[in-house]
C-alpha cells in the first residue's frame, strides 16, 4: 500500500511542442501516468504546445477542479522555449523549493544537466503542484524523490497533522 488515499486525482501535464505535433511520443508522461497509476493516483493527461498561457490555465484549470497533485513534464530548462516555471509560478501560492532542490540533487547524482533544471514545486489550495524535466531521467528522477513524499504532502494539505 503506498498511503496515497482513495481517489487521489493527479493530473500530469506535458510542455512540448514537438510531442503535441505528434512528432514523437510523450515518453515522461507516459511515464509519470504509469508511475502516479501504481502508486494509487486516478490520472488526468494534458499535452500541450510551449505555449505560457495553455500551461498556465492548464495548472489552474486542475487546481480548481481540486486536483491534489499536478505534476508538470518539459519546458524546465533553458532554451528560449522554456517556461513551465514561469507558466507555474502565477499559479502557485506558497512556494515549496526544498523538494525542487531535492529533485535537482538526487538527479545530480546521475547527470550534471540536473543542476540547470529551473523547476519549481508548491501549493495552490489544497493542490501539490511540481515542474519535473521533460527527460524520461528527470521524470524518473522526480518520481523517485516524490514517492515516500507524496502521502505525506496529501495528508498535509487535507488538514493532518505533522
Request: cysteine-free.
Amino acid at each position: 500500500m503506498s498511503g496515497i488515499p482513495a481517489g487521489a486525482r493527479a493530473v500530469v501535464v506535458t510542455a512540448s511542442t514537438r510531442a503535441s505535433q505528434g512528432v514523437y511520443d510523450d515518453v515522461s508522461g507516459d511515464l509519470l501516468d504509469g508511475a502516479l497509476t501504481d502508486l494509487g493516483f486516478e490520472v488526468a493527461r494534458v499535452l500541450l504546445p510551449d505555449d505560457r498561457d495553455k500551461l498556465t490555465n492548464a495548472i489552474a484549470t486542475a487546481v480548481e477542479l481540486k486536483a491534489d497533485l499536478v505534476v508538470t513534464t518539459g519546458g524546465t530548462g533553458m532554451s528560449p522555449t522554456d517556461i513551465t516555471p514561469e507558466a507555474t509560478a502565477p499559479v502557485i501560492t506558497r512556494p515549496v523549493p526544498g523538494i525542487a532542490e531535492a529533485i535537482r540533487a538526487y538527479g545530480a547524482a546521475s547527470t550534471p544537466y540536473a543542476v540547470m533544471s529551473r523547476g519549481l514545486a508548491g501549493v495552490a489550495g489544497t493542490t501539490f503542484i511540481v515542474n519535473l524535466p521533460g527527460s524520461k531521467g528527470g521524470a524518473k528522477d522526480g518520481i523517485a524523490v516524490l514517492t515516500p513524499l507524496l502521502p505525506h504532502i496529501l495528508s498535509q494539505l487535507r488538514g493532518g497533522d505533522h
